[in-house]
């Protein structure tokens, strides 16, 4: 992989968020590799989880912010915890970060102002209680779209990058914050001062919320196990 190969790599003091999405596909190949590449009470707390796909998800995430982060130079990823959870890195807290994962990816979203990302395997069936969930105006335009399991994903991923670049917790109430206008789906939420990206891959959306002043990455960065371990 290109960036691991740099001797050394300047972090960049431009704004510029970027996004990288490990495919999980091929990791049980390396898993020997994978568990050794993190510290020891990383590889507890993760064969602490009681299924084995979280388990392989929970530690792709790790080896995207492992990998990533040491090719900015970051050696010490001890964590602290923001009021509703969201990590930082102690001695890194420049190296803003954010972590997802569902289906077959783990997605990092780092940057050098805030971040939040998220990652959904589209629903075989939309919830129940709408009214919970989303905004009236984000009930109506679900109502007239055809392809109705695929904008909820949007919607969602949406609210969760967004609660998440907030440093919130989206459960708190997700249907105060409305994902659509005139047009759609929005792009931008002024008011807030962020704006969003997407991005469809197989069965799967991902959304990245930075803020506007932020430059919007040029592309997602995909990654599989080969690329690391082989």
Known sequence: WRLRRQSLFVWRDNKMAEWYLLDTSDLQEYMLQAFSFLPQEEQNRILQIQTQKQRLLSLASRIL???????????????????????????????????????????LACGTLTVGVDVEQIRERIPKHLEKILSPEEQMYLKQQNNALEIFTKIWTRKESFVKWKGERIFDAPNQWNMVDSSGLVQKLYNMGCQFCEY???NHILSLCISVTDQVPQKLHILHGKDIFS
Request: proline share 2%; glycine share 10%.
């Open 65 to 107: 912010l492992y990998e990533v982060g040491r090719t900015y130079g970051i050696s010490d990823f001890r964590m602290t915890y923001g009021k509703h959870g969201k990590p930082i890195l102690s001695a890194a807290s420049n190296f803003q970060f954010n972590l997802s994962h569902s289906g077959k990816y783990a997605v």
């Open 200 to 202: 469809t891959l197989e």
